[in-house]
C-alpha cells in the first residue's frame, strides 16, 4: 500500500521528461502533460509540481510535496540536475537506473515465487495430513506433537502462520525501534545483505557519479549521493563522513572509516 509510484510509472515519468526537455521544452510544459497526458497515478503528482512551478518555485520546491510518492534518488538527482542545468541527462541516468531496477526485481520475483508456493503447499498438505488420518484413526499421530483431526490441522496452520506472522511484527517493531540500526546488521545476513548492499552502492554511484560532474561542493555532493542509497545504514553515516571530508580527509578516507563503504 506504498504511495511511492511504482517503477513502471518512474521510467515512463522519467523517458518523458528526458525526451520533452532535450528537444527544448520548458520544464513546466513537461509536468503539465504528464498531468493532462501521463499514466493515472503520475497525473496528480504531475499537476501538483506543474502548479508549484508555475507559481515561480524550483524544482527542488516544487517536488516536496510530493516526495513521499517518489524514491528519494529521483528526488535528490532532479536537484543535481536542476543546479548544473543537465536536468536532459539526469532524467536519462534515472531511466536506466529504474530499468536495471525492474529488471533485477522481475528476476527476483521469477527465481522466489515457485519455492514460495512450495512451502506453503507442503503447509496444506500437512495439515490436510492431520485433518484425513485424524478421522480414519483418531488416536494416529502423524507428527508426534500431539496433533490429531481437525482441531489438530487447526492448531497447526494457527502455529506456523502465527510463528510467521509474529516474526514480521518483531521485524517491524525492531526496525522502527533501532531507526537503521536494524539495516545494518541486516547487510551482515548471507544472500539478503549482499544484495541490499549491491543496490544501495549503485545509487550512490550512479548519484555520486552526476554530482562530480558539477562544480557543486564536495560535502554536498557526497551528502545527496548518500540520501540517494534510500538506505538508512548509509544515510545514519552522512554526518560522521562529511565531518571528516571537513577535517581534511580525502573522500576515499572518509567513507572508508565507517565500514559500509
Known amino acids: 500500500m506504498s504511495k511511492r509510484l511504482s517503477l513502471s510509472n518512474l521510467i515512463e515519468l522519467c523517458r518523458s521528461l528526458h525526451h520533452n526537455l532535450s528537444a527544448g521544452l520548458p520544464l513546466t510544459t513537461v509536468f503539465e502533460q504528464q498531468a493532462a497526458r501521463g499514466p493515472a497515478p503520475v497525473q496528480e503528482m504531475a499537476q501538483i509540481v506543474a502548479a508549484r512551478l508555475n507559481k515561480g518555485d524550483s524544482l527542488d520546491e516544487s517536488l516536496k510535496p510530493v516526495q513521499d510518492q ?43 515465487s515457485w519455492p514460495l508456493v512450495q512451502f506453503f503447499f507442503a503447509i496444506f498438505v500437512l495439515a490436510g495430513v492431520i485433518f484425513i488420518l485424524g478421522i480414519i484413526n483418531p488416536k494416529m499421530d502423524v507428527l508426534g506433537l500431539g496433533l490429531k483431526g481437525p482441531s489438530g490441522a487447526l492448531v497447526f496452520l494457527l502455529v506456523i502462520f502465527g510463528i510467521i506472522g509474529g516474526g514480521f511484527l518483531i521485524w517491524k517493531l525492531l526496525k522502527a525501534s533501532l531507526k537503521g540500526k536494524a539495516e545494518t546488521k541486516m547487510l551482515r545476513v548471507p544472500l539478503i545483505g549482499p544484495a541490499q548492499e549491491a543496490l544501495a552502492l549503485n545509487r550512490f554511484c550512479v548519484a555520486f557519479g552526476l554530482t562530480l560532474n558539477t562544480s557543486m561542493a564536495i560535502g554536498s555532493a557526497i551528502k545527496m549521493s548518500i540520501q540517494a542509497t534510500d538506505h538508512p545504514a548509509f544515510v545514519a553515516r552522512i554526518g560522521e563522513v562529511v565531518t571528516a571530508l571537513k577535517k581534511g580527509k580525502d573522500i576515499a578516507t572518509s567513507l572508508r572509516a565507517h565500514g559500509l563503504f
Open 70 to 112: 517518489l524514491p528519494p534518488l529521483f528526488v535528490s538527482l532532479s536537484r543535481v540536475g536542476e543546479r548544473s542545468g543537465n536536468l536532459p541527462d539526469v532524467f536519462q541516468e534515472l531511466e536506466k537506473f529504474f530499468i536495471l531496477q525492474q529488471r533485477l526485481r522481475r528476476q527476483f520475483l521469477s527465481k522466489v
